[in-house]
Structure formats: C-alpha cells, structure tokens
C-alpha cells in the first residue's frame, strides 16, 4: 500500500513539474523562432563596434540567436552624432528591435550629461516611431572610481518601459579579466554582454 502511495506521489510531482517546465521551454522556442524572423540591430559607439576583441556583442548575439545581428557601431561616436545618424539607419534597415548602447564617450569627455540624456531620449523616441523596439544598456561612468552607472539611464528606461540591461556592462569594465583596456570588453567580456542581451529578448518582448 505504501509503495502505491508513494509511485501516486511522485506521479503527482512529475504532473506539476511538467506543467512548470513546458510553458517556460515552449516560450523559450517561440521566442528563438521569433528572433531568427525579425531584424536586429544594435546602435552604439566602439562598445558596439566591439573593439579590443575579435568579436563584437553584436556578432556574438548573432551567433546565440542564430540570426544575423546587424552591428551599426561607430568608435568615438558622441550622443549628438549619434542622433543625427540614427535616422538613416531606421531608414535603411527597418529595424523589429534597436539594442541601444550609447553616450560613453559624452561621460569620457566630460560632457553636459543632461544633454546626453536629451539625446538618447529623442534616440528612443524615434525608434518608437519607426514601430521597433529598444532595449537599452546602461553605460557606466568610466570616469568614476567605482564606474557606477549612470542613473539617467535607469530613468529612461522606467519612463519608457524599455527592456533594460543596468549593470553589465559596468560589471566587465570592472574586471580586469573581462576588459582589454580601460573602457572596452575583450573577447570573453563581450560574450558575456551578448549572453545578457540575449538572455533578456529570449524571456518575451
């Protein structure tokens, strides 16, 4: 009697484990087969472009998702800049979804960061008005003793629902290991930036 008991249990277990595991691995696939059908472009400054390493993110993301990530990254590329180029990419490529990764070189320059929050606003906006989404990526200040990121972004973020990466990036510029230089990832810290990204979009957008 007690062994009927306990197979009835552990079948009970196994319905209820099922019925947790299968919607998350079925949301896993559809949104993979999503992904793979949509554009992807990922806008930004060297962080973008990817350089200190073989790879950028946005290749790296590529090769997660297993769909072409077009990469429009420019090194040295300053919020201002970045607004007046945006239009044109929106125009050419009729993006589903812009990873935008941008105003790193506003904090290295020390410029007015309240304009770079002006810039990176009117960036988001027009993405929305060109029908895609955004998902965001906070920049720390380089610049800082701790390279915290800064807040503006988080407020960006709350103000216009965006799918949102806070810390990462300020993570692997924190650690020596992940960096090839004071400001940029190298090969390992830009796979763990895709795998974040990626991370994120897979869960739903």
Same mark, same amino acid.
Do not use: I, R, T
């Given at each position: 009697m007690k062994l009927i008991v306990t197979i009835f249990l552990l079948f009970v277990l196994f319905l209820s484990y099922s019925k947790f595991i299968k919607p998350s691995s079925l949301e896993y696939d559809k949104n993979m087969q999503i992904l793979k059908e949509i554009k992807i472009v990922a806008f930004g400054d060297s962080i973008t472009k990817g350089v200190g390493a073989k790879k950028s993110y946005p290749e790296r993301l590529g090769e997660i998702l297993k769909t072409a990530v077009i990469n429009e990254g420019v090194p040295g590329e300053t919020s201002d800049e970045g607004l007046k180029r945006l239009p044109k990419v929106l125009e050419k490529y009729k993006p589903d979804i812009v990873i935008l990764c941008h105003g790193g070189n506003d904090i290295l320059r020390r410029y007015n960061l309240a304009d770079t929050k002006k810039n990176l606003q009117h960036m988001i906006e027009l993405i929305h008005e060109n029908n895609a989404k955004v998902l965001l990526i906070g920049v720390p200040n380089f610049s800082g003793f701790s390279m915290s990121v800064e807040k503006f972004y988080e407020e960006l973020a709350d103000e216009y629902d965006l799918l949102f990466i806070p810390e990462a990036l300020a993570q692997i510029i924190n650690n020596p290991d &992940?960096? +090839?230089?004071?400001?940029?990832?190298?090969?390992? =810290?830009?796979?763990? &930036?895709? +795998?974040?990204?990626?991370?994120?979009?897979?869960? =739903?957008?």
């Open positions: &992940l960096k +090839s230089d004071s400001v940029h990832p190298n090969d390992k =810290g830009y796979e763990l &930036l895709a +795998s974040k990204v990626a991370a994120l979009l897979l869960e =739903g957008f």
